[in-house]
């Protein structure tokens, strides 16, 4: 008895949480995934450095970063729910082509992961020619979602 109690409250309680707080939801969104992609890019331009010439190559360091972006790329996808579009400040760069396209948004989403996976395994064992290469595939990915799906 005391437990059902419990639960009629909790789902009460839930309720009114979502339904009060949409525009919250949305912001608590883009907040997020906004965090991902920060992260994504913190760890993204180390590498172009070294990839470029303007830092020296250090494997190691590469293949970490490579691995931390590899673990953020999957994780982007679920600040895109539906109902994120705009939050409060307007302060997202997501273009609203990425509601009403969202499944070749996700088919995007898939490419970065496969593409950063594939990368943060070659870095361990590959060649700096072949790292170079698959890390021009990964940028690859990230710019052909950003042409479409973000804001400059
Ligand atoms: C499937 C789409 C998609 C892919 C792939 C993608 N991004 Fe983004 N990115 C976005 C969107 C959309 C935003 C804007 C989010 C917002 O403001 O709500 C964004 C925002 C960002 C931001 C923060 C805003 C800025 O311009 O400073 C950075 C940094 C970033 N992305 C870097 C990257 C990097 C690096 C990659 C590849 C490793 C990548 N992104 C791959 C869609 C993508």
Not at 99 to 117: C, R, V
């Amino acid at each position: 008895m005391r437990k059902n109690v419990f639960l009629i409250s909790a789902a009460v309680a839930a309720t009114f949480t979502f339904g009060a707080s949409a525009q919250v939801k949305a912001d608590a969104a883009i907040e997020y995934r906004h965090s991902v992609f920060e992260v994504i890019g913190w760890n993204f331009k180390p590498m172009a450095a070294m990839v470029k010439g303007e830092a020296p190559y250090d494997k190691e360091a590469f293949a970490k970063r490579a691995a931390n972006v590899a673990t953020m790329a999957p994780m982007a996808l679920e600040g895109f729910a539906p109902g994120t579009e705009k939050g409060d400040k307007e302060k997202t760069q997501a273009k609203p082509a990425i509601w009403e396209k969202m499944d070749d948004f996700k088919g995007k989403m898939s490419k970065l992961a496969e593409e950063s996976t594939k990368l943060a395994a070659i870095s361990k064992t590959g060649t700096f020619d072949e790292i170079k290469k698959q890390f021009g595939a990964t940028g690859a990915a990230c710019k052909a979602c950003h042409d479409d799906y973000k804001q400059k």
